[in-house]
């Protein structure tokens, strides 16, 4: 087997937090139009570096990413993170939207963070990792 070319072990422990996974729920049902999972997904305490985005990515982006979003970098892949999980770091919740592998290269994975919300802030979100009242409420 080859040597990674680059080696980000020693940068991912400086600069690796605690962040929590949330994976959807398998079932649910949709109530008054909106869909409500079953039973909340058990979050998963996984750690890496939670980077804000660039100045330069955002400006580049073309109104894609703003100054919420984040980058993750974390030492092994996340599997089924770009399924509908969700990350929650610092009271923000977070879409994983984009990812690239660089296992091959380097000991580093890195996910495009999207800001959805901060964590319990609505009331409106019926998507499981939030709470909701029994109608949903809508815009």
Same mark, same amino acid.
């Given at each position: ?5 680059? %080696?980000?072990?020693? #940068? ?8 929590? #996974? ?5 079932? $649910? ?32 982006? $073309? ?20 399924? =509908? ?6 009271? %923000? ?37 939030? =709470?909701?009242?029994?109608? $949903?409420?809508?815009?």
């Amino acid at each position: 087997m080859m040597p990674k070319l680059f %080696n980000f072990t020693r #940068l991912l422990r400086k600069y690796s937090c605690e962040f929590e #996974l949330l994976r959807p729920s398998s079932g $649910g049902e949709y109530v008054g139009g909106y869909w409500r999972a079953l039973e909340k997904p058990e979050p998963e305490t996984r750690t890496g570096a939670v980077v804000p985005m660039s100045q330069k990515r955002i400006q580049d982006s $073309g109104g894609t990413y703003t100054e919420r979003d984040c980058q993750l970098y974390v030492p092994a892949p996340l599997p089924d993170a770009l399924e =509908g999980a969700k990350v929650q770091y610092r009271g %923000n919740l977070y879409e994983p939207v984009q990812d690239a592998d660089w296992t091959e290269y380097a000991d580093v994975c890195v996910y495009v963070l999207k800001w959805v919300s901060k964590f319990g802030e609505s009331e409106e979100s019926t998507d499981g990792y939030r =709470g909701g009242d029994e109608k $949903g409420s809508g815009l």
